[in-house]
């Protein structure tokens, strides 16, 4: 794709769309604003961006799209910036289209239990939202607190309570999108089902800012889970405590939160959160398990059939969660252990995923892998779906060994991946960090299916350009 | 599109796949045998294929497909032909490629709580298989007992559990699939979460067989649930029966299954199967409400708090069903009303679908319209889904009513669902019969996009022509 540079009659034209306060250039941004929008959460990429854009309605959106589309400008819409893979990054530079003042929740419609919001509302603001009128958004990835629900969308984020209720994909029904060309459409209805032609809704799920920008979405909710029953159970063998995952499933229960972390992923995130905890020297690996529901005593009853479980397993002393103060601090260490890693050293996230049965196969081989490298990994996440977060630590190895040397180890993790009837990524999506191994998912064929689907919606190739594939 | 008609060397190139015993023309097979495959449950259509092949294994399809896609002739697959828009109906003639021997079921995996089967296989025995080995898949339409999964994933089949469960759509994890050019490929991973590119398994989920032929899936399920409560409950009023629906999802239940009656449509099915039951004369609605879970105590609660909802509702006396009989005779009479419509007159069946809150609005238009268009309409369907079932009774209507009549008022009806915010179908799909009105319910831009999609997986447009759009 050849693309062109901005020009200032085209900046002139963006100030007159969304007013000169929400165009941002290098020189008339303050430095560490304007740098930050050239950042996301992926390693330490930086890529700077011509212009920044924050529009605040559909029509800005549009009017930019048609500019953009007509003079080959590319676009990338962002986020909160907290994405895992590089979604966010503008790459070839070009216009940053920033959606953080598609900021509102516009509608809660408590008779069909739907929401209608824009694309930048933090996933946080809008669980409670909906939890003040007795209702449920279940996906919580583990940056809830600060991402948005539209980059949710672009990579279909799950997060541990994906294992009961499913990922975002399960929970939006309809979206208001702005094409290239500028055209503004629905993607679907506001309904549970939907049998309407081709399902443009979920094919926009996980695009990544490479088909279109949202600029609506209607989700569904549930009834609010009234009670939850938390338990942190120790482990003195890894393999057991991935072993004991499908076995639980197995006796009957389907857990909202079934975590897995290894002994250095909860240690880290403890110590970086100053929260005290005990772990006697020969645990190896914990699971976090979360039952959830609208009657107090059924919880207790599984929570006694999880135990009867986990008794055919050689675990330590179990912690029963018995304030909420103490339920917060567990799930607190649970999503801090990206952010602990980072906070001890750079490091790559690789989103492994398979069927869950397959998860002790899995973590020996990453270890053995490491070994066979040497590099030093942390392992945790959604044992419940098989989403095992390999961090790979960069430690003292060298720039040629951190840019170079790991392409073969990660390309081994990820064959055993799907030698395992798994794949490359569960949640964090593509982007730019995972795209030299999609051979190893995908057959050319696909590929090939995906890049004219591209072309349909974006023929010009402007959008999010570089990622993906 | 330009197709060939078929020669007789291409005739001879089939019987060299799938040998002569799998090759069906009028001229060979047994008449009735060959006219069946010309026929779906939609009105009375009929269309007569060119030839029909049977092949059994996915090299079979993948030369098949070469040969057509080489030569330009029409290839429509066929489940069972259970479909109701006309779907498997081979408008444009050319090759049926019926999946009926692709019948097994390869794998039951107990440690993953998954399953690979052919589409060949007819859902309700797949439902069984399962539930051998204590799991659980949802998806059940109507057709249960003789439609085939292949033909559930074209469509996103619903059923009642759907509204608990979700529809087909929510079960599949992987595709093995057919392209026209013969290329074979998988659409994802067997896995819970995927983010790796656009999500061609939900591409291909609905999409009614005009992108790729399905030879295998792989589907998720669920711990199958151990106890379920039955019960029927008659309002005096209609309109109080749609709102009772999202009062018992608005009090925090969801049930496993919600479905709507009319008067009609309960009293034909149960005379048509010679079932009694007792109406009496003040009722002119039905909910058959299901529960569902592994605690039969805590079904009781539920059922309390549904009992609870329903004291707000002029209501008769609610039938609890006792014993698997009972719940049984219940399940027949509301899965065989398609069947007793059919046998009282030929019928047009819309599958009007909104968000479920608005069901009474819709209800109350779709008798309005037929009182001004005079034409008789028995409704009934999946209320907790918004989900409502509008069958028109052709009755003493002449074929010029019949056949154009009729398109006035469906138009009406559809764009009363649009401005409610729902859609034209929720799990029926659009096949031959909706086409005439998809403009209702999409855009233009949405239409082109689905063109041209469809032009990227088929280039020269033989799969499943004239369909959808």
């Not at 961006?49 to 549009?62: F, N, W």
């Not at 003042?101 to 008779?111: A, G, H, P, S, V």
């Not at 049965?357 to 973590?363: C, F, S």
């Not at 349909?456 to 402007?462: E, L, T, Y």
Request: proline share 5%.
């Amino acid at each position: 794709m050849q693309f062109n540079a901005l020009t200032p009659a085209l900046v002139s034209a963006f100030e007159a769309i969304v007013s000169p306060a929400h165009v941002l250039t290098a020189a008339t941004a303050e430095a560490q604003q304007y740098e930050a929008y050239g950042r996301d959460h992926t390693e330490d990429f930086h890529f700077a961006p011509d212009v920044v854009l924050r529009p605040a309605a559909v029509e800005e959106v549009s009017a930019i799209m048609q500019l953009c589309h007509q003079h080959r400008v590319p676009v990338t819409a962002r986020g909160a910036g907290t994405g895992l893979s590089g979604g966010a990054l503008p790459i070839h530079n070009g216009v940053v289209l920033s959606m953080e003042r598609f900021n509102k929740i516009l509608k809660i419609d408590e008779r069909n239990l739907q929401a209608t919001v824009e694309p930048g509302v933090v996933t946080e603001a809008f669980q409670n939202a909906v939890k003040e009128v007795g209702l449920f958004y279940p996906p919580d990835p583990a940056s809830k607190g600060s991402c948005f629900l539209g980059g949710n969308l672009s990579q279909s984020s799950g997060g541990p309570k994906a294992v009961k209720y499913g990922t975002t994909r399960d929970y939006i029904l309809n979206l208001q999108v702005v094409l290239p060309t500028g055209e503004i459409i629905w993607t679907g209805a506001n309904t549970l089902k939907y049998a309407t032609g081709y399902n443009l809704t979920q094919l926009m799920v996980g695009s990544e800012g490479t088909l279109g920008i949202i600029t609506k979405a209607v989700f569904r909710l549930l009834p609010y889970p009234q009670h939850n029953i938390l338990m942190l159970v120790p482990f003195r063998q890894e393999a057991q405590a991935a072993e004991a995952v499908a076995a639980v499933f197995r006796a009957g229960i389907i857990p909202s939160g079934m975590e897995f972390m290894e002994r250095e992923a909860i240690a880290w995130s403890s110590d970086y959160l100053k929260i005290p905890l005990t772990l006697p020297e020969d645990i190896t690996a914990h699971l976090l398990i979360e039952l959830d529901g609208q009657d107090l005593d059924q919880l207790y009853k599984e929570a006694e059939q999880v135990y009867g479980v986990l008794e055919h397993y050689d675990v330590g002393e179990i912690l029963l969660a018995d304030t909420a103060g103490q339920k917060d601090d567990l799930w607190k260490i649970r999503r801090n252990i990206g952010n602990s890693v980072r906070y001890n050293s750079v490091y790559k996230e690789e989103d492994t995923v398979v069927p869950r049965a397959e998860l002790p196969t899995l973590l020996k081989g990453v270890k053995e892998i490491g070994r066979r490298y040497g590099f030093k990994s942390v392992c945790y996440g959604h044992a419940g779906d098989g989403n095992l977060h390999v961090n790979i630590i960069r430690g003292e190895l060298s720039d040629e060994q951190w840019n170079v040397g790991l392409r073969e180890p990660i390309s081994e993790i990820f064959a055993l991946c799907v030698q395992l009837g798994g794949t490359i990524s569960g949640e964090h999506g593509i982007g730019l960090v995972q795209k030299p191994y999609m051979h190893i998912a995908l057959q050319e064929a696909n590929l090939n299916l995906m890049r004219g689907i591209k072309q349909v919606f974006d023929p010009h190739g402007i959008l999010n350009p570089g990622k993906i594939f």
